[in-house]
């Protein structure tokens, strides 16, 4: 079983900043890739960001140029920098690993979720 552990949420004005960390732990025999969902009320869970083991990364249009996603790999923590936040990004922010827990079975995992306001 592997466990992610969040931090970083709160509550920020229009403009401000925040950064998100993940660790993950348990029985991980490899990561393929760790990342970044949100989701409002009302709303379906989306992709924000995603980092694979090979560094490659994709972010959602509407994050593109505001936001970073970065890993270290020694620590099994993902990070998201989080600037120019904006009210639409208030969400709970979900982490997400995809994990090989055996040579050939993997899963995905997820975060309990923390919370994203940006409000004045």
């Known amino acids: 079983q592997v466990q992610l552990v969040e931090s970083g949420g709160g509550l920020v004005q229009p403009g401000g900043s925040l950064r998100l960390s993940c660790a993950a732990s348990?029985?991980?025999?490899?990561?393929?890739?760790m990342g970044w969902y949100r989701q409002a009320p009302g709303n379906e869970r989306e992709l924000v960001a995603a980092?694979?083991?090979?560094?490659?990364?994709n972010y959602a249009d509407s994050v593109k140029d505001r936001f970073t996603i970065s890993r270290d790999n020694a620590k099994n923590t993902v990070y998201l920098q989080m600037n120019s936040l904006k009210p639409e990004d208030t969400a709970v922010y979900y982490c997400?690993?995809?994990?090989?827990?055996?040579?050939?079975?993997?899963?995905?995992?997820w975060g309990q979720g923390t919370q994203v306001t940006v409000s004045s």
């Open positions: 348990g029985t991980i025999f490899s990561i393929v890739a």
């Open positions: 980092i694979t083991s090979g560094h490659s990364t």
């Open positions: 997400n690993t995809r994990a090989y827990t055996t040579l050939r079975q993997w899963n995905d995992y």
